[in-house]
């Protein structure tokens, strides 16, 4: 199946009147009129509805398709946190609205908080980080802070775990911090020994995730905690993977000083295509005065009004004189933060702790079967958190097919790709999350096409190799489009 | 049990062949003094029902004002089309287009989003959209230094008539980095960047200079001058633009003798709602010999194994997660719904439409003006051409004025007290394409009263 781009349906002096205001001229100043008109597409409604409802048919989808695709976070996002988020009245806000005109918006704001610090054991939170980075960019900017406000200027050291996100270390070299990478031990704990010979006076703080990104739980999370704490430095906790410990343990209680959440992972608010994400923030005691604004403080109104007992406000720079900045012109992601506050509110206490129950339980079924049919785990001794990595280095050294080659042709029996080669310490990985909406159908469905992707591989390698066969294009020449760049469509010029 | 599948035999069943009692003994490498407590402050979960008729009491309690505010988000109407498709789960819910295959509908829609702003911007390349307008200057101000290799200072001139918010998120967002910002004044009388403030800084090294066209007031700046200047000193130039307003305007690829180095934008207008702030998503396109500094995904057109054209994910080296340390950027997610939102809506209105929309949106606020400044105690603050927006000066503080229209459903515009109090009692006001006469007469007759 091929979709022609939108340019090859553009006829002159088409187009969709129905959707603007009739003409009138402009009033541009000779200097600053456009000459050439804009080369936009000229199609009738019809052609754009069909052309576009088209293109998304050729898409993977959590609607239409498993996508174990580990660290991710991959769940079911319900309708119905869509359809409240966009109530005319939540669509047509201004971001610059009144205060008075926004009480109901705020008090979700404010509840949201509330409820995200709870379910981490901070003190603060700050919804305003647009993306999981831009929250990973609002926690080592507030540890920077932080040390500056003592006078401690020498910090500039973030150490990041090899396995770490990539984010985690461009995000501590954008906040100006030298990075310093500590080895993963042969069990997935991180190297201790190793971490003692770099921390130090010069530590500004640890970027981790627990579980980490090797998909088991850092037990010795207390011992590192205090060690960096002990020489000065502060923990940053990566959200990526809260999904797998909601309501069982809260990153606060673990020692960690400031965390970023992926709203669109852990609390199920879509994600696009690429994008929107929400990269909400919550920090301990010691950050408070340094984070990110706008958020929403709520005072309670004095007698007489019936309606209200309290007033939500935003809290800005003249609130918060520490603190490390504004990230977005207006307060970040609020649509995303609306789908994440419902999605909150419909699961309750009960069930965000199943949520990580529900995931945990998928992930150590599907190693288990996995491991029963004859595959790798790259940590068998340990127990899988939401995710686990299983190694096809034996494949590729055996039967000369790779973690990749699996992955295409996982796409022909109509099951997204788990993540490849990620983290990139373990060769020829897979990195598999199931997520909790996932059923055991499902899940058996999936192992049993690993199975014959192994057996397709013992008999005929090339035929795995070559895949995929069934989607709209065949392998892609990455290189070429690296070499021969085509970022855009010219028309022909004659 | 909310969204969860599992039946109780699939529990047991799913147990057993772990190998585990029960489902909490998955846990048990979490050492039992860090086990949470349960969580007393959490809310019982609500039905869908229950949730449902909360949000619209939440909803029915801000209700809808009579919107004149503009400052950097604009009411525009959105073709119903647009969001029906994007609610598509195949667009809605599918992730990063890490398999190229399977997610072509997705690439594909981003290629033709960075043809059209390329397009529209009049540069060679776009990539496939940043957070915000705001951060995506921030992004801008960064790739300018590296791209910028025989400019050692890191200076970067900034106009006060960029939007005060993007110069706020600009400075917090390279903190880290040590770039010096000087803020231009603008002129008294005409609201715009005075050339002669830039005279102190020839023969300097500067790295770049930064210009909002349309500027924060909504007035046009002398581009061409501004852009010509910053050459011939050896900076770069980075253009904030309003998507919409290039529709009628000459795009910043042609400013000058050279064209802009890098434009970036908020792309909120092109079929984003207003939505309380976000999401949106930033624009920026350059030209092609800095494609490599610059941050963020971008989509290629390539060919399969079969020789058939298809797209995918490029220059993934510049990114953090090949890059790590070394990237040109931490950003790893970009606002690909909204960009396909984007690709919809611009293709619906096609040129003639996106004119269409530019130029209602200059009558209406020229309507608005006019019938604000025959009320008494109001006048023009700024006479030049403008697109979208006008400072009004009013004869009392703003605040209390703005608090009384709210009162009766208007959202009257910005206070601009806070941002440029040297201005006075300055509003901003704006009115796009959505705003009637009947709209703007009900503005008109409800100030004077408060005003009288």
């Keep these: ?494 | 049990m909310p969204f969860i599948p599992h039946t109780p035999s699939d529990v047991s069943e799913m147990l057993a062949a772990i190998g585990a009692p029960d489902i909490d003994a998955l846990f048990d490498e979490i050492p039992a003094a860090l086990r949470t407590p349960p969580p007393e402050n959490l809310p019982q979960g609500l039905t869908e029902m229950q949730i449902t008729r909360l949000m619209h009491a939440r909803a029915q309690l801000d209700g809808q004002p009579l919107n004149f505010l503009g400052a950097g988000a604009y009411e525009h109407h959105i073709p119903a089309a647009v969001w029906a498709i994007v609610s598509r789960g195949e667009f809605y819910s599918a992730y990063t287009p890490y398999q190229a295959e399977a997610s072509q509908g997705t690439l594909q829609v981003l290629y033709e989003f960075q043809t059209m702003m390329a397009n529209l911007t009049g540069m060679q390349v776009s990539n496939a959209s940043l957070y915000d307008g705001a951060s995506a200057l921030a992004e801008a101000c960064l790739m300018a230094v590296r791209a910028h290799r025989q400019s050692r200072s890191a200076r970067i001139l900034v106009p006060a008539t960029v939007h005060p918010d993007y110069r706020h998120v600009a400075r917090a967002i390279t903190t880290g980095q040590s770039l010096k910002f000087d803020v231009l004044p603008y002129g008294e009388e005409a609201g715009t960047l005075d050339l002669s403030s830039l005279e102190r800084y020839s023969g300097q090294d500067i790295t770049a200079v930064v210009v909002q066209h349309p500027n924060f007031f909504g007035l046009l700046e002398d581009v061409d001058a501004i852009t010509d200047w910053a050459h011939a000193q050896g900076a770069m130039l980075i253009a904030v633009v309003n998507p919409v307003s290039l529709a009628i305007f000459k795009p910043p690829g042609e400013w000058g003798e050279k064209g802009a180095d890098i434009v970036v934008g908020e792309g909120q207008p092109l079929g984003a709602p207003l939505a309380s702030g976000g999401p949106y998503f930033g624009f920026m396109t350059t030209r092609m010999e800095y494609v490599r500094q610059m941050p963020g995904r971008l989509i290629g057109r390539t060919l399969d194994l079969d020789g058939k054209p298809g797209f995918s994910l490029t220059l993934q080296a510049r990114e953090q997660h090949i890059r790590r340390s070394k990237a040109t950027s931490n950003i790893c997610t970009n606002q690909g719904l909204l960009v396909t939102a984007a690709a919809i809506h611009l293709s619906l209105l096609g040129a003639t439409g996106l004119e269409s929309v530019a130029a209602a949106c200059q009558a209406n606020t020229s309507a608005l003006v006019e019938a604000l400044t025959g009320i008494d105690g109001v006048r023009l603050r700024f006479a030049g051409p403008r697109f979208h927006e006008a400072v009004l000066q009013l004869d009392r503080q703003v605040d209390g004025v703005l608090q009384e229209l709210a009162r009766r459903n208007i959202a009257g515009g910005l206070d601009l007290s806070r941002h440029f109090p040297g201005l006075g009692n300055a509003l901003l006001v704006c009115a796009t394409e959505t705003r009637t006469p009947e709209d703007i007469r009900t503005y008109a007759h409800v100030l004077a009263e408060i005003l009288t």
């Design chain 1, 1 to 494: 199946m091929h979709e022609p781009l939108i340019f090859t349906y553009s006829r002159p002096g088409r187009g969709a009147p129905a959707q603007y205001p009739p003409p009138v001229p402009p009033e541009v100043p000779e200097k600053f009129r456009r000459r050439r008109r804009v080369v936009l597409p000229e199609v009738s409604e019809l052609q754009a509805v069909r052309h576009f409802t088209r293109l998304s048919q050729l898409n993977f989808s959590i609607d239409t398709h498993f996508y174990p695709l580990g660290s991710c976070t991959m769940k079911y996002n319900p309708r119905a946190c869509n359809e409240l988020a966009m109530l005319p009245q939540m669509l047509g806000r201004h971001p610059l609205a009144p205060e008075s005109l926004s009480q109901g918006f705020l008090a979700c704001m404010h509840e949201l908080q509330e409820m995200l610090k709870e379910v981490t054991g901070m003190q603060g939170v700050s919804l305003t980080p647009m993306a999981g980075a831009q929250g990973e960019f609002a926690g080592v900017a507030m540890i920077r802070a932080y040390h500056q406000a003592r006078g401690d200027t020498a910090r500039e050291e973030i150490i990041v775990p090899d396995a770490a996100h990539g984010t985690n270390p461009a995000t501590a070299t954008m906040c100006g911090c030298k990075v310093i990478e500590v080895r993963t031990l042969e069990n997935g704990d991180i190297d201790i020994e190793a971490l003692k010979q770099v921390v130090g006076p010069k530590t500004a703080g640890i970027m981790l995730t627990n579980p980490s990104t090797v998909g088991v739980f850092e037990r010795r999370i207390q011992e590192v905690a205090s060690l960096v704490h002990g020489a000065g430095g502060l923990l940053y906790y990566d959200g990526a993977n809260l999904n797998a410990i909601l309501g069982k343990v809260r990153p606060g209680d673990m020692g960690f000083d400031v965390i970023h959440m992926n709203l669109h992972k852990t609390f199920s608010t879509p994600h696009g295509g690429g994008g929107p994400g929400s990269g909400a923030v919550g920090v301990g005691r010691r950050l408070l005065p340094f984070m990110p604004v706008p958020f929403v403080e709520r005072e309670e109104v004095s007698a007489g009004h019936a309606q209200l007992r309290y007033r939500y406000r935003w809290m800005d720079e003249r609130d918060l004189p520490q603190t490390i900045g504004r990230l977005s012109a207006f307060m970040g992601n609020a649509g995303v933060l609306l789908r994440a506050y419902v999605y909150m509110r419909m699961l309750g206490r009960a069930g965000l702790e199943r949520v990580a129950e529900y995931a945990t339980l998928n992930a150590n079924y599907l190693l288990a079967r996995l491991q029963q049919a004859g595959f790798e785990p790259a940590y068998p001794q340990r127990r899988a958190s939401h995710e686990f990595i299983i190694t096809m280095k034996r494949q590729a050294r055996e039967l000369g097919v790779n973690a990749m080659d699996f992955a295409k042709r996982l796409l022909d029996y109509g099951f997204h790709a788990p993540t490849t080669y990620f983290p990139l310490l373990v060769p020829e990985c897979l990195l598999i999350e199931p997520t909790e909406t996932e059923s055991k159908q499902e899940l058996d469905a999936f192992v049993d096409a690993l199975i014959a992707i192994q057996r397709e591989a013992q008999q005929d390698a090339a035929k795995v190799k070559g895949a995929p066969y069934t989607l709209p294009v065949r392998r892609l020449d990455d290189v070429r489009a690296a070499k021969q760049l085509d970022l855009a469509y010219r028309e022909d010029p004659g």
